[in-house]
């Protein structure tokens, strides 16, 4: 069974950090690109981290940049989101999803991934 489960998720105070893990089971990861999005209450889901499957390399949306950090471990079969400086408007259900044919230039859209993990929420309030 081909499975994305994301965990590391919680209640932390403004400035705080949360390393968020996707950890996938039933395929490898190395020939998937993997992406962190996130849905707040009321709102669409917006892609905010991408990690290649070739050469690692990553980008970030504007909001997370400098605050986020995304990595993989091929031998784990797990992909991080390390986020430190939390802000109240990062509250969000935290996903990650995983893509075949996604490059970096494609990577903010939902539609180009193949599987989805089902999120883990992350809450910032003091």
């Known amino acids: 069974q081909l499975q994305l489960v994301e965990s590391g998720g919680g209640l932390v105070q403004p400035g705080g950090s949360l390393r968020l893990s996707c950890a996938a089971s039933g395929f490898t990861i190395d020939y998937y690109a993997i992406g962190w999005f996130r849905q707040a209450p009321g709102k669409g889901r917006e892609g905010i981290s991408c990690?290649?499957?070739?050469?690692?390399?990553?980008n970030y949306a504007t909001s997370v940049k400098g605050r986020f950090t995304i990595s993989r471990d091929n031998a784990k079969n797990t992909v991080y989101l390390q986020m430190n400086n939390l802000k109240p408007e990062d509250t969000a259900l935290y996903y990650c999803?995983?893509?075949?044919?996604?490059?970096?230039?494609?990577?903010?859209?939902?539609?180009?991934?193949?599987?989805w993990g089902q999120g883990t929420q992350v809450t910032v309030s003091s």
């Open positions: 999803a995983a893509g075949s044919r996604v490059s970096l230039r494609t990577s903010r859209l939902p539609e180009n991934y193949d599987y």
């Open positions: 990690i290649s499957s070739s050469d690692a390399n990553t």
